[in-house]
T-cell receptor, first 114, second 111 residues
Framework: NAGVMQNPRHLVRRRGQEARLRCSPM?????VYWYRQLPEEGLKFMVY????????ESGMPKERFSAEFPKEGPSILRIQQVVRGDSAAYFC????????????FGQGTRLTVV | GQNIDQPTEMTATEGAIVQINCTYQ??????LFWYQQHAGEAPTFLSY????GLEEKGRFSSFLSRSKGYSYLLLKELQMKDSASYLC????????????FGTGTLLAVQP
């Protein structure tokens, strides 16, 4: 049973480009959480998704950021028109339904905006 | 509001014992986690406390007092590989049950 898989591990984008970060949850996990970790800061909640549903996006910036978790395929965090301040590590965690205490984290995607 | 406080940095000696404290004020509470995170890597689960008291797991123990909004992580027989950030996180209540993290404590273990 593979763990939470995130790709790419490292992503470099120029200002104004789009970044797409992918997260494949563990087998049997239908809940996905995205967190952002800025340099020298703690992890900050961004969004919580179940299959085809956004449950809580209270941590998402209002503009340029979106997330989805389709019926088939990985969860995608999309950042449009990236800026230098978007440079961070983005972590995905997945859990089984109604058992958030069993959440596991992926290795993260380190986004660098140049 | 949501607030989780832990020291920014700590230093300890190989073979010693270190205690990392965490205080929290959150609108909901469904348990408290400790994670270990090495630089550039994913947080890895260390412990979960939802009831008051001490949970022991090998060299690591975690304590919770819900009435005081307080937890600590105790690391015994420190090894060099224990040098890492230790993250305290509260599982908030409500519909989303998201994790609320402190900024982490960077522990440096010295020979």
């Amino acid at each position: 049973n593979a763990g939470v898989m995130q790709n790419p591990r490292h992503l470099v984008r120029r200002r104004g480009q789009e970044a797409r970060l992918r997260c494949s949850p563990m087998k049997g996990h239908s809940h996905v959480y995205w967190y952002r970790q800025l340099p020298e800061e703690g992890l900050k909640f961004m969004v919580y998704l179940q299959k085809e549903n956004i449950i809580d996006e209270s941590g998402m910036p209002k503009e340029r950021f979106s997330a989805e978790f389709p019926k088939e395929g990985p969860s995608i965090l999309r950042i449009q028109q990236v800026v230098r301040g978007d440079s961070a590590a983005y972590f995905c965690a997945s859990s089984p339904p109604d058992r958030q205490t069993e959440a596991f984290f992926g290795q993260g995607t380190r986004l660098t905006v140049v | 509001g949501q607030n989780i406080d832990q020291p920014t940095e700590m230093t300890a000696t190989e073979g010693a014992i270190v205690q990392i404290n965490c205080t929290y004020q959150t609108s909901g509470f469904n348990g408290l986690f400790w994670y270990q995170q090495h630089a550039g890597e994913a947080p890895t689960f260390l412990s979960y406390n939802v009831l008051d008291g001490l949970e022991e797991k090998g060299r690591f123990s975690s304590f919770l007092s819900r009435s005081k909004g307080y937890s600590y992580l105790l690391l015994k027989e420190l090894q060099m590989k224990d040098s890492a950030s230790y993250l305290c996180a509260v599982l908030g209540g409500g519909a989303t049950n998201k994790l609320i993290f402190g900024t982490g404590t960077l522990l440096a273990v010295q020979p």
